[in-house]
């Protein structure tokens, strides 16, 4: 009667192993303060625009003249065309029809599976995001896994016993922080046209993004014929508590004869009724002034992750991330393992991290640290590894 492929998961042993072990130190500890860098949720505010957008959409939703009920199908008008003007900045054109919004991309992401087949095969790069794993095991498909490591510094490049119906891609990666540049982007596209892949790109992160490397996928030539792209306000604007995110599903996007824009649609006004008006308008805010607010909440980060990256330079520890990313993943020192020096990080520096290990076979023995913390914390936190390296590296 139930789904058996839910016994196959994995516990989520992750967070709540992290969590666990900081509360044991801190109670056995009392008089020490604990830093942490491992936490995967922001800590700024809403910017003032995106605030003051919500509080005039509440007001609009007492007054009996501009109050709303159901929204539209693919989310309000406005909304779309901000996002569809965000995309022309990176000179990507979409049709409106061509935009999903949501209540966050992590819901999209396990949903959208819901459009294949459950004998579909699946790539995912390794380490990973966990929920592209997980919500596939729970349809019971075959998933293959693709190695990032060290050698490809986190960015695989396809070769073809990779083949598969379903490739997840993540850039700016979750846990490594790695970015694709346009060129191995494009090898992922033409290797997906190729064999009839569907790409499922998250582009969660990509607002962190500076210079010139691709923030979406659809900026690559011909990948409307084989992508679908994920998006999120959550890091982007602080919205993981107040969830809005969007999904691009190109109306090129054809497999098996069936549009999957139009299965995506189907399948979204079946189950889903929308995110609220007043959400929607603090979304729309977010592209005010070329999403000026979002920038200056994210350079805060990113000059956190900067004081990060620089310790680790000086110490001549090998990482990905930082630049153009939330998070930093660093080679623990002597070949360690992630837990061995998660367990030492606590007891010698007081810092908390996430063990590369939770994320996948290839993180075990790398380190993921996170921008999100407060400017002070991250600097006292950082100096207390990088001195916990340093000695470590002695010996
Ligand atoms: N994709 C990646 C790579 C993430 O790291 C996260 C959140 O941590 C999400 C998606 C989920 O985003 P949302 O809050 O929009 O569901």
């Known amino acids: 009667m139930i789904n058996k492929n839910y016994s196959a998961l994995k516990e989520s042993y992750l967070f709540s192993t992290v969590a666990r072990k900081q509360r044991e130190f801190a109670s056995e500890n009392p008089s020490l303060k604990i830093y942490k860098m491992s936490i995967g949720d922001v800590t700024l505010p809403l910017s003032k625009e995106v605030v003051e957008a919500m ?3 509440v007001a609009e939703m007492g007054v009996k003249e501009t109050f709303r009920g159901y929204g539209d199908e693919q989310g309000y008008r406005f909304l779309r065309e901000s996002i569809k003007e965000h995309y022309r900045s990176y000179n990507v054109e979409l049709d409106e029809k061509e935009i999903f919004v949501s209540d966050g991309a992590k819901s999209d992401l396990g949903n959208f599976t819901e459009l294949f087949s459950a004998d579909a095969t699946v790539l995912v790069p390794d380490p990973v995001y966990p929920v592209y794993v997980d919500s596939n095991m729970m349809a019971g498909r075959r998933i293959k896994y693709i190695k990032a490591d060290k050698t490809n510094s986190f960015l695989p490049m396809p070769s073809e016993d990779d083949a598969a119906d379903i490739i997840y891609l993540c850039s700016p990666n ?3 922080g790695a970015v694709y540049g346009r060129k191995e982007l494009g090898k992922w596209v033409d290797f997906a046209l190729a064999h009839g892949s569907v790409i499922l790109f998250d582009a969660a992160y990509e607002f962190f993004i500076d210079g010139d490397l691709p923030h979406s996928i659809f900026e690559i030539e011909g990948a409307k014929e084989c992508a679908v792209e ?4 959550s890091k982007t604007a ?6 809005c995110g969007y999904t691009v ?3 090129k996007l054809v497999r098996d004869g069936v549009s999957l824009n139009k299965m995506w649609l189907r399948r979204q006004t079946t189950k889903f009724n929308g995110v609220s008006y007043i959400v929607q308008r603090g979304a729309a805010a977010v592209f005010a002034d070329g999403g000026k607010g979002a920038k200056e909440t994210i350079r805060y980060y990113k000059e956190n992750a900067g004081i990060i ?5 000086s110490l001549g520890v090998f990482y990905t991330g930082g630049s153009n990313s939330p998070y930093v993943f660093f080679e623990c020192p002597n070949g360690m393992d992630s837990w061995e020096f998660f367990d030492l990080a606590l007891k010698r520096a007081q810092v908390v991290g996430t063990p590369g290990a939770g994320f996948g076979e290839n993180g075990k023995k790398f380190f993921r640290l996170t921008a999100f913390s407060d400017r002070e914390t991250t600097m006292i936190a950082t100096e207390r590894l990088g001195n916990l390296i340093a000695d470590v590296k002695k010996g």
């Open 174 to 176: 979750n846990p490594t």
């Open 230 to 233: 994920f998006c999120s306000f």
């Open 309 to 313: 990256t620089r310790a680790l330079d």
């Open 249 to 251: 599903v190109p109306e």
């Open 238 to 243: 602080g919205f993981t508590g107040v969830r």
């Open 55 to 57: 509080n005039k959409a």
